[in-house]
């Protein structure tokens, strides 16, 4: 059974930083694409970033503030989010997809991020 355990969202002010982390389990963590959505309220999930081996690639939106990395001994994927503004405010929620088998997504149940002063 997959399992996708996301943590470290928050209230936070303008400008700060916070880090996302999401841990899995069930799967082949180290050949799976990890990304990372949000969803804000009202509108539609929106992809944020995407890492697979070494490569990463961002929405333009986060592009320059916000970093995507892994560690696959830990099959842990994080989202380090700086300079944080309140249209940044979402639920966020991480996803994996195995290399091997690209018709199945997995979802995380999301952890919030509030950014407000």
């Known amino acids: 059974q997959v399992q996708l355990v996301e943590s470290g969202g928050g209230l936070v002010q303008p400008g700060g930083s916070l880090r996302l982390s999401c841990v899995a389990s069930g799967l082949a963590f180290s050949t799976s694409v990890m990304s990372w959505y949000r969803q804000a309220p009202g509108k539609e999930r929106e992809w944020v970033a995407s890492?697979?081996?070494?490569?990463?690639k961002y929405a333009d939106s986060v592009k320059g503030r916000f970093t995507i990395s892994r560690d696959n001994a830990k099959n842990t994927v994080y989202l380090q989010m700086n300079s944080l503004k309140l249209e940044d405010t979402a639920v966020y929620y991480c996803?994996?997809?195995?290399?091997?088998?690209?018709?199945?997504?997995?979802w995380g149940q999301g952890t919030q991020v509030t950014v407000s002063s």
């Open positions: 996803k994996a997809v195995e290399v091997s088998n690209i018709r199945d997504e997995y």
């Open positions: 890492i697979y081996g070494g490569p990463t």
